[in-house]
C-alpha cells in the first residue's frame, strides 16, 4: 500500500528533478575523455611495471630451478595462485618477525576510493612486549560466513593503490609495544552479478608468523565474490605493511 | 590513451542519451547542483576510463546508476576522480531564479535533501527510480534488510519533520504511522 507521504514524496522528487537545468554536455564529454586518458595511461604503466616484476620473478625462479635440478635436488613447488604466499619469506632483518599472537588486528574504516573498488583499511597493532619486524604483506584467504572458501584472484596492481604497496613490497617496520601498521585489502566491485558475500578473512603473516583473521566488512562497506570467474570483480589487491594509512599514489 | 573510433563513439552515443537522466539522479542524490555536476562528471570519467571493459556489459544503465549513487555517497571517490568542485566552479552550473523559488516551495524535497546521504539515496533509488528493495539494495552494495531499516527510518523522519513544519501541507500533518514499517520489497 502506497501512503500518502510516499505519493507525496514520488510528486515532489519528480518535480525537484524536472528544475535541474543541465549545462552543456559537449564540455563534460571533453572533460571526462581528457581525465579519463589519464587514468588509463596510469594503470597502463603500472600494469607494465607489474608485468616487469613478474618476467622478473619468474626468471629467477627458472634460474633457481635450474640451480637445485643441477645438485639434484627437487625445485620449489610452484605457489597456487588461489593461495599466494606471503611476501618476504626472508627473515626479518632487524629483530624478531612479529607472530600473530602478539598481533591484534581491527578493520578501521571502508575506503572507497573509486567507483568499482571497494576497499577496507585494517589497523594492526603489536600488543607483545618486544619490539618485532613486519616486512611485505600476509597471504590473504577468504571466506564466507559458513567458513567455506571463497576463490579471488590476487592483482599487483591497484589503480588507487601506489605500485610498491600493490605489489606487495615494503619496508621492515619495527612495530614497537603499542604501536600499530596498516594494511589495506581492495576488491573490484562485481561487473556483472553478485555471488557469495565475503565474510571473514584469513591472513598469513610473513616469515612463518602464524595466521590473523579479520572481518572483511565494515559498517556497510562488503566484499562480494563474482558468479563468474572471468569477471574482473574477482580480483583483489592486499598492501604491504606500511607505517602510513594512506596508500593512494602520490599525486592522487 | 584516447579510446579509438567505434568505442569513441560509443561512449559519446550513450552520454548523450542518458545524460539528462543521470543530471537529474545526480541532483536528486546529490541534493544540490554544484555536487550533482560533479558527479555527473565524475561518472563521465570513470565509465571513459575503463570503457572497453564497461561497454560489454550487459545492464549498463543499473551499472551506471550504481556508480552514480556510489559517487553522490562518497566525496572521496569523487576526489579520486580528479574532480572538485573548484574545478568545476569555472563552468558554472546555471540557476535560474524560478527554478530555485520552485524548489522551494517542495517542502518535502527541503527535508529529503538534509538527509545523510545514504539515507537520501535510499529514497530516492526507491521513490524517484521506483527501484525494489533488492535492486537498491544491489545499487548500494548493501543488504535488503539495511535498504528496508534506512526506508523507514527516513520515512519517519520525513514525516515527523513535516508534522512539526507549520504551515506544512494537510497530508502531512498526520503521522505517518503505519507508513514507515511496512515492506517496499519487490
Not at chain 1, 107 to 121: F, H, K, N, Q, R
Not at chain 1, 177 to 200: M, P, W, Y
Not at chain 2, 134 to 145: E, F, I, K, N, R
Request: aromatic content about 4%; glycine content about 8%.
Amino acid at each position: 500500500m502506497t501512503t500518502e507521504l510516499e505519493q507525496q514524496l514520488v510528486d515532489q522528487l519528480r518535480r525537484a528533478a524536472e528544475t535541474t537545468a543541465p549545462g552543456s554536455l559537449k564540455p563534460l564529454i571533453e572533460e571526462a575523455r581528457r581525465r579519463g586518458s589519464r587514468i588509463r595511461a596510469r594503470r597502463l604503466g603500472l600494469q607494465i611495471i607489474s608485468g616487469c616484476g613478474v618476467a622478473a620473478a619468474v626468471a629467477g625462479l627458472v634460474v633457481v630451478g635450474l640451480h637445485m635440478n643441477s645438485v639434484e635436488h627437487h625445485g620449489p613447488t610452484p605457489a597456487d595462485p588461489a593461495s599466494p604466499l606471503p611476501t618476504s619469506a626472508h627473515p626479518a632483518p632487524g629483530g624478531p618477525a612479529c607472530s600473530a599472537g602478539n598481533l591484534t588486528i581491527t578493520a578501521i574504516g571502508p575506503e572507497s576510493m573509486m567507483t568499482e573498488e571497494s576497499a577496507v583499511l585494517y589497523r594492526v597493532s603489536n600488543h607483545g612486549k618486544r619490539t618485532c619486524v613486519l616486512h611485505g604483506r600476509p597471504a590473504a584467504t577468504f571466506f564466507d560466513r559458513t567458513g567455506r572458501q571463497v576463490q579471488l584472484r590476487l592483482a599487483n596492481t591497484s589503480p588507487f593503490m601506489s605500485a610498491e604497496a600493490a605489489s606487495g613490497l615494503g619496508e621492515p617496520i619495527r612495530l614497537g609495544q603499542g604501536t600499530s601498521v596498516f594494511l589495506l585489502i581492495a576488491k573490484n566491485s562485481c561487473v556483472l552479478k553478485e555471488a557469495t558475500r565475503i565474510d571473514h578473512v584469513t591472513l598469513e603473516l610473513p616469515n612463518h608468523g602464524g595466521i590473523l583473521t579479520a572481518p572483511t566488512t565494515f559498517q556497510q562497506r562488503r566484499f562480494f565474490s563474482c558468479a563468474s570467474n572471468s569477471d574482473p570483480g574477482q580480483q583483489y589487491a592486499i598492501s604491504a605493511f606500511s607505517p602510513s594509512r594512506d596508500f593512494l599514489p602520490t599525486g592522487r | 590513451m584516447d579510446l579509438r573510433g567505434d568505442a569513441d563513439e560509443d561512449f559519446e552515443e550513450l552520454v548523450t542519451a542518458r545524460w539528462e537522466a543521470w543530471s537529474k539522479l545526480a541532483m536528486l542524490l546529490c541534493g544540490n547542483r554544484a555536487d550533482a555536476e560533479d558527479c555527473v562528471q565524475s561518472l563521465l570519467t570513470a565509465l571513459y576510463a575503463r570503457w572497453p571493459r564497461v561497454r560489454k556489459v550487459e545492464h549498463l544503465d543499473a551499472y551506471a546508476r550504481k556508480m552514480l549513487t556510489n559517487l553522490a555517497i562518497s566525496g572521496r571517490r569523487r576526489r579520486a576522480m580528479g574532480v572538485t568542485k573548484t574545478a568545476l566552479a569555472a563552468r558554472g552550473a546555471p540557476v535560474i531564479g524560478s527554478e530555485r523559488e520552485i524548489e522551494e516551495r517542495l517542502e518535502l524535497w527541503q527535508r529529503v535533501r538534509a538527509l545523510p546521504p545514504r539515507q537520501r539515496a535510499v529514497i530516492v533509488l526507491r521513490y524517484y527510480e521506483d527501484l525494489s528493495v533488492d535492486q537498491t539494495a544491489a545499487a548500494l552494495g548493501c543488504s535488503s534488510g539495511t535498504v528496508k531499516s534506512q526506508t523507514a527510518d527516513a520515512l519517519r523522519k520525513l514525516g515527523k519533520a513535516m508534522a512539526a513544519e507549520p504551515g506544512a501541507g494537510p497530508q502531512t500533518a498526520r503521522s505517518p504511522k503505519g507508513t514507515v514499517n511496512h515492506d517496499h520489497g519487490a
